[in-house]
């Protein structure tokens, strides 16, 4: 049975599952985000008094951090009061990040376990091997009342990704390129699982950025298997979780029935890759995209801002000057990757290229706050999403790249192959 | 409350119609049904809920309707704006999920979008998985709901769902015997 079956029939307290059943799962970790007050309202409704269990619940402050209305700072007060009623101690306020790099930083995920959120981009969880959904406000207060949830059993999809990652290529052009071969709804209703010699290879932080993807082909959760990579930061954030995974005995079977379908993906080619406005599907390599003069460059959240995209970020950037007609907006996924950066002088090269940094947190990429874009502007961005109005104006374009092709073009202006300058 | 049977006009949209784009993210702090409702679909089609105001329409849709962010204002916006249904060929799965938990029926259905005219009179029969078209008259199947989605949506959705039963094991429980 494939490790996802095992983590639904574990958690379903059954001795198998199988694709399409409808089952009835414990929730291991539930998290609220800032953007869903209607979670209280909706538990209240549903006759809500006390939590099913609060060391099982966080909330995260990272999609209005820090609140830019006064609507946005009433809807934060509340959750921390209701997280101080409740006894929820994993209260992760406005200084903390996104919840996809707060949640693992803070040793709360861990392999086998089944965590849902009021999040779409939570399928980034399955690289750490946990079984990871988004779900939407009512379904959460369901799970905050009861600590249970249904899902019908998805079939699952496998990705193999064999070849060597060519110079300035990163896990968001692999994807990107996935996903524009694959189509938006591939995987709807179904999980991917990501395998072959390239993912070995990648580091976690890569591996974060294809599952965190997968749901703009509509996946509902991801998985790779998790390695002797995933040991060592488990063992770093949360050795007990490590240890009661191991407990677990998860059978390592491969079963080709398993799969509802495999696709195969040679990218030892594969060049920088750009998705063009205004889906995250019309993706064309860096070289057909070059010189489409841009305004805004934004590298960070939960798709493209963690240490290794701010690293590769500040190499490019090392004593160069964006361009004048360029803001540039660093948006880290957490902070504590801001104050490693700081502490490796990444931060120090990005403000004297001429960034602005932006407080750790989704940023801009939803088009609340801090960098939204006017009508007729361009902006290329590190995040996940293109959609018209996305980032502000229907009437900007946001085109979707790797944080080394955003840096690139931050300095010329106009979309740029980020080989140029490395 | 509950309708196993829908009719109404329908209103034609595309492919990969995401969140976003039926309910924009700058409005997402915003928790009451009447000032939700003003900003449904308002970056794609302007007044939408002028629009639709004082009749009964079903939204009929493409591939992928709903695609994207999690957020149940997107469902809500269109139930608070007086969307009866949505009819598509495909749902994004969070967007399908919370269209049911607020009470929202929907439906899937492939090639609605190639049977269908803006304005058209449609009726959805959900109990028996079947949609009737007009002008020439004729019925389209589609899977119907598993018994476990139809008694959410039964129960106007699932916060009375969950008002009434506290647990899901009860509904599970039941089938599994």
């Known amino acids: ?422 | 409350m509950f309708k196993p049977i829908i009719g109404g006009k329908v209103f034609k949209v595309g492919h990969d119609i995401d969140t976003d784009q039926i309910y924009p993210g700058r409005y997402l702090y915003l928790t009451l049904p009447n000032e939700i409702a003003v900003h449904a679909m308002e970056d794609i089609i302007s007044d939408f809920s002028k629009k639709i105001a004082g009749e009964d329409w079903i939204i009929v849709a493409g591939k992928n309707f709903g695609c994207g962010s999690s957020r149940e204002h997107a469902p809500r916006a269109l139930l608070c704006a007086g969307v009866k249904a949505i009819v598509a060929e495909s749902f994004g799965r969070i967007f399908y999920r919370n269209a049911i938990n607020v009470g929202l029926p929907v439906v899937k259905c492939l090639d609605i979008i190639k049977k269908t005219h803006q304005g058209n009179l449609i009726k959805i029969n959900l109990q028996d998985g079947l949609i009737t078209l007009y002008n020439p008259d004729r019925e389209i199947s589609f899977e119907k709901y598993p018994a476990q989605l139809l008694s959410i949506l039964k129960s106007g959705g699932l916060i009375s769902y969950m008002k009434k039963y506290r647990k899901y094991s009860h509904l599970i429980g039941k089938l599994d015997n």
Request: charged content about 20%; glycine content about 8%.
């Open chain 1, 1 to 422: 049975m494939h490790p996802i079956y095992q983590i639904l029939s574990r958690a379903s307290k059954r001795n198998s599952v199988k694709p399409g059943e409808f089952i009835v799962v414990n929730v291991d970790l539930a998290e609220v985000n800032d953007l869903y007050l209607q979670v209280l309202l909706s538990f209240k409704e549903m006759g809500g008094d006390r939590v099913w269990n609060p060391k099982k619940i966080t909330f995260v402050m990272d999609h209005y951090a820090p609140a830019p209305t006064i609507r946005a700072a009433e809807n934060q007060r509340k959750m921390r009061e209701f997280a101080s009623e409740q006894g929820i101690y994993n209260f992760f306020d406005i200084n903390r990040g996104v919840c996809h790099q707060v949640m693992p930083e803070a040793g709360l995920i861990w392999p086998g376990m089944v965590l849902v959120a009021t999040d779409s981009h939570t399928t980034t969880h399955g690289a750490f091997g946990a079984f990871s959904t988004g779900i939407g406000a009512t379904d959460m207060a369901a799970v905050l009342l009861t600590g249970k949830i249904w899902f019908k059993v998805p079939e699952i999809i496998k990705i193999n990704i064999q070849g060597r990652i060519g110079k300035g290529v990163m896990a968001k052009d692999i994807i990107l390129h996935i996903i524009s071969q694959l189509g938006t709804d591939i995987a709807l209703y179904k999980a991917i699982e990501f395998d072959g010699e390239t993912v070995k290879e990648m580091s976690l932080d890569e591996r974060l950025v294809l599952c965190n993807m997968s749901v703009e082909m509509g996946a509902k959760a991801t998985y790779i298997r998790p390695d002797e990579k995933v040991r060592e930061y488990l063992i770093d954030v949360n050795s007990g979780k490590y240890k009661e995974y191991k407990m677990m005995k998860f059978a390592d079977d491969e079963n080709s029935k398993d799969y509802e379908s495999v696709y195969d993906f040679d990218i030892s080619n594969l060049e920088p890759q750009i998705a063009l406005p205004h889906r995250v599907d019309n993706v064309v390599p860096v070289s057909q995209a070059k010189g489409k003069p841009i305004q805004q460059a934004l590298i960070g959240t939960c798709t493209g801002g963690r240490m290794n995209d701010i690293k590769i970020a500040a190499q490019i950037l090392k004593d160069k000057k964006i361009s004048p007609s360029v803001r540039l907006l660093i948006v880290p996924a957490s902070h504590k990757i801001l104050q490693k950066c700081i502490e490796l002088g990444y931060i120090q090269t990005l403000l004297n290229a001429g960034a602005a940094l932006v407080t750790p947190s989704c940023g801009p990429c939803l088009g609340a706050h801090e960098g939204v874009l006017s009508s007729g502007e361009s902006c290329i961005s590190s995040s996940s999403r293109n959609f018209p109005g996305r980032m502000g104006s229907k009437e900007a374009k946001i085109f979707l790249s790797s944080p080394a092709t955003a840096a690139a073009s931050s300095i010329k202006g106009v979309i740029t192959d980020p080989r140029e300058f490395l």
